[in-house]
């Protein structure tokens, strides 16, 4: 079970516990277990703590220091994830249904068999996470760094790549995804792919049927 000093101390207020994290950086928060459902930790000083299994569904973590937090199992259902510290943290099989985690930093944190279904990663820092056997159905990845990301055995249905407001673009794979949100969103890219369209349609264009008759071939052959 938790330490009751550490959560009572939590529930005084952020305020509260930063001053003690900040007087006692060498004590590793124990809130094992601890009940922290809709608690509002914003900005809280929580790097290193033990959070195991602890319950901390609909809480407001914005902007929260969770860097190498150990959160296997934890309850993060619905949770306010925006802009939080969350590098090198431990998050195996931790429940981030429909949390909110934009523009986080996840890097190199290990979300091997998490369940991150709905959950909305736009914008955010997943470079070197672990995502290996984790649930993604129905993320939304607007714009989220996934490099070095491992995503060996990943549920990857559905993912949304455009905002609320734009209409509903969907695919199934990581990679199709940031390659068209690049379409979507950088002029230089579709410069790119615009000229080489054009130029393709352009040198079929000068064929003349005895030549056409060469391209024609390979296909006719079945190659």
Not at 53 to 68: C, E, H, I, T, V
Request: proline share 2%; glycine share 6%.
């Amino acid at each position: 079970m938790a330490n009751e000093k550490h959560v009572a101390l939590l529930k005084q207020g952020v305020a509260a516990w930063n001053a003690w994290r900040h007087e006692n950086a060498h004590i590793r928060p124990d809130l094992f277990e601890a009940e922290l459902s809709e608690a509002n930790l914003s900005e809280a000083n929580l790097i290193r703590a033990d959070l195991i299994r602890a319950d901390l569904s609909r809480a407001n973590l914005s902007g929260a220091d969770l860097s190498g937090a150990i959160l296997v199992e934890a309850d993060l259902i619905h949770t306010d994830l925006r802009k939080a510290e969350l590098n090198d943290a431990d998050l195996r099989k931790a429940k981030l249904g429909k949390a909110d985690l934009r523009k986080a930093n996840l890097y190199r944190a290990n979300l091997i068999g998490t369940d991150l279904h709905k959950a909305d990663l736009s914008g955010g820092r997943l470079s070197g996470a672990n995502f290996s056997g984790a649930n993604l159905t129905k993320a939304k990845l607007i714009g989220a760094n996934l490099q070095t990301a491992t995503l060996l055995r990943t549920k990857q249905h559905n993912l949304v790549i455009t905002p609320a407001r734009a209409p509903k673009i969907t695919v199934d794979n990581i990679e199709v995804a940031q390659f068209i949100y690049l379409l979507l969103h950088n002029q230089k890219v579709r410069g790119v792919i615009d000229t080489i369209t054009s130029r393709v349609v352009l040198i079929l264009g000068r064929f003349i049927n005895e030549r056409k008759a060469v391209l024609d071939a390979p296909r006719e052959a079945g190659c």
